[in-house]
C-alpha cells in the first residue's frame, strides 16, 4: 500500500522556538494533503488542508501565521510551529490522499506514522 | 456540532468474544463515506474498513464487518473473533463529498481492551 512519512518522529524544543515536521509521500504523487493535531486520549481534529503550489486551507480557531503550511511538491509537505509552547505540545500526524486511488475500500488517506511534539 | 459520535470511551472483550463500537454521524449531504481506523499505542493509523453512502450492502474485511443503518444514521463496527493485538484506540471518520478536499472528521474514539 501507499506510504507516507513524517520526520522527526518525536522532538523536544524549547519554548520560543520554532519546529518544522515534514511530510512526504514515498510511492505516489499527493496533490492533497492533511495535518491533524491529537492531544493525549483525544481525537484528531484537522488543522489544515495542504494543496501543491496553493495556500492551505485553516480549520475555524487554528492560527496561520503560527502554524506555517508549505507543500511545495506533490511529495512533500511542511508544518511549521512558530514561537511554540508548551500547549502546542501534541501528537502531529499528515495524511496524503493519492488522486489515482479510486478505491477508498482501500483506505482512500493515507496516514504518517506521527510526530510527538514536546514543548519545555 | 458534532459530526461523528462514539458513545462508548471504553470497551472490554474477552478474547475470541465478538463486539461492537458505536458510531452515529450526522451529515445533510448525501454522498458520504465512512471509515474506521485503528490506532494502537504506537499513534499510526490503521484503515480498517470503507462504507460508502450509496452501497447497499454492509461492508466487510476479515473479521471487520460494518453495522451500517442508514436511517438510522449508525455504522458500528463489528469485530469478531477478537484477539489480544485488536486492543487500541478505535475511530469512526466520516468523509463528505461536499468537502471537495476530502478531509475526515473524526469521532473522539473507543478504547478497546481485549483480555484474556
Known amino acids: 500500500g501507499a506510504v507516507v512519512s513524517q520526520h522527526p518522529s518525536w522532538v523536544i524544543c524549547k519554548s520560543g522556538t520554532s519546529v518544522k515536521i515534514e511530510c512526504r509521500s514515498l510511492d505516489f504523487q499527493a496533490t492533497t494533503m492533511f495535518w491533524y493535531r491529537q492531544f493525549p486520549k483525544q481525537s484528531l481534529m484537522l488543522m489544515a488542508t495542504s494543496n501543491e503550489g496553493s495556500k492551505a486551507t485553516y480549520e475555524q480557531g487554528v492560527e496561520k501565521d503560527k502554524f506555517l503550511i508549505n507543500h511545495a511538491s506533490l511529495t512533500l509537505s511542511t508544518l511549521t510551529v512558530t514561537s511554540a509552547h508548551p500547549e502546542d505540545s501534541s501528537f502531529y500526524i499528515c495524511?496524503?490522499?493519492?488522486?489515482?486511488?479510486?478505491?477508498?475500500?482501500?483506505?482512500?488517506?493515507?496516514f504518517g506514522p506521527g510526530t510527538r511534539l514536546t514543548v519545555t | 456540532a458534532q459530526k461523528i459520535t462514539q458513545t462508548q470511551p471504553g470497551m472490554f472483550v474477552q478474547e475470541k468474544e465478538a463486539v461492537t463500537l458505536d458510531c452515529t454521524y450526522d451529515?445533510?449531504?448525501?454522498?458520504?463515506?465512512l471509515f474506521w481506523y485503528k490506532q494502537p499505542s504506537s499513534g499510526e493509523m490503521i484503515f480498517l474498513i470503507y462504507?460508502?453512502?450509496?452501497?447497499?450492502q454492509n461492508a466487510t474485511e476479515g473479521r471487520y464487518s460494518l453495522n451500517f443503518q442508514k436511517a438510522r444514521k449508525s455504522a458500528n463496527l463489528v469485530i469478531s473473533a477478537s484477539q489480544l493485538g485488536d486492543s487500541a484506540m478505535y475511530f469512526c471518520a466520516m468523509r463528505e463529498n461536499s468537502n471537495s478536499g476530502y478531509a475526515l472528521n473524526f469521532g473522539k474514539g473507543t478504547s478497546l481492551l481485549v483480555t484474556p
Open positions: 462504507q460508502g453512502s450509496y452501497d447497499q
Open positions: 451529515t445533510s449531504d448525501p454522498s458520504y463515506g
Open positions: 495524511s496524503a490522499r493519492d488522486p489515482h486511488n479510486r478505491s477508498p475500500r482501500r483506505g482512500e488517506q493515507y
